[in-house]
């Protein structure tokens, strides 16, 4: 997600939180928003709202048995302050830096989101990794970066000129003999792995692509990791349209629906993770 863009985001994501108290918690928002030497935040509690001196907007749940448990709620500040402290490797600014012209760089992971896949991939020691959607690489050498010099990762993209950009990065960074792009629909490439024996040799995969695709994606990818290991599906929060009744688009629906089958899924276990736009970690049991 973009600062920029965290603004509407979080002035919608209010909005929806407190109905009842629409008008002053956007009088509220906008003020944190244009005064930032001396913002206000606000909070909900059971129905009630007020400004605090602090800067951070918390949420609590409609639900008593919850009782007053505040969650952190992201601001254009907050979200700056998270980024400053991402340690951010040179090479992936520069590839982060140049996709932010192009077409489409809002499919780019943030990179916090790209920190946390490094870790998971770290945490599990995984040398076989898997990633459906490249775009222009950032995710994927994010990971390719912390693999073992014997690590291995298969990367999927369907557009051959990002894939092309990925791959340029992949030998700038000199990790490019550990990835395997494949230019091709993610599908048939999870298939033919398959077929060729390699079911149950994966450590790690990340998925993000076609959304509609995600159950699919997931089933083939859930016969490729081995157990303990982890597939982890991003965008899963969908700039919120998931917990929006007004919003009922096919996509929207689409990932409602996976969100749902994933939680019911007793193949594995499961944490989804409100950062970038939603990801979803799935550890196969
Ligand atoms: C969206 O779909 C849900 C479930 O079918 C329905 O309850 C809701 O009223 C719909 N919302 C709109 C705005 O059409």
Redesign the pocket.
Known sequence: MRIGTASSSLWLRCFYIFPCQAALATSMVRRSLTIPTRPSAFRSDHGKCWCSASPSVVVVADDKSYGDKQVISMTPALYKYILSNVREPLILRQLREETASMRGSQMQVSPDQAQLLAMLVQILGAKRCIEVGVYTGYSSLAIALVLPESGYLVACERDAKSLDMAKRYYELAGVAYKVDAIHGLASDTLKSLIQNGESCSFDFAFVDAEKKMNQEYFELLLELVRIGGVIVIDNVLWHGKVAD????DTKT?SIRNFNQRLMEDDRVSISMVPIGDGMTICRKR
């Open positions: 009744p007004m919003v009922n629906i």
